[in-house]
């Protein structure tokens, strides 16, 4: 045994507390990397003079991406999603359309393509 026990032992503490902080903050800057959300309000033209409202959350993690559609308490999910740096598509699930977008200046702005409509 050696006569700086105290010492050691304290030495030890602060190695052990040190690795932990490492972890620590490696598995926040992970989950800060992983997944981000943001919230968009959509406006659809229908024609020229009604406009359709809609917010929506963009949820991307490392390796996809989802859309969710609010409407009050309702929820659509959208994970046919094809996400890359200058636009954003996407497929709704229930109804026979698509989304094309362009990203521009931190918005989007493109088309909405109803198949159900000849």
């Not at 304290?10 to 800057?29: D, N, P, S």
């Not at 981000?36 to 996809?64: A, V, Y």
Request: glycine share 4%.
């Amino acid at each position: 045994m050696c006569k700086y026990k105290g010492f050691i032992c304290m030495g030890r503490k602060k190695t052990a507390t040190r690795f932990l902080i490492v972890i620590f903050y490696f598995f926040l800057l992970n989950l800060t990397i992983a997944q981000k959300n943001s919230l968009w309000t959509g406006k659809l033209k229908l024609n020229d003079s009604t406009d359709l409202k809609f917010n929506f959350e963009i949820s991307e993690t490392s390796n996809s991406t989802q859309i969710t559609i609010r409407n009050a308490e309702e929820r659509i999910v959208i994970d046919e999603v094809k996400n890359t740096a200058d636009s954003l598509n996407f497929k709704m699930p229930v109804f026979d359309s698509e989304f094309r977008c362009k990203k521009n200046n931190g918005a989007l702005t493109g088309l909405w393509l109803n198949h159900s409509r000849k």
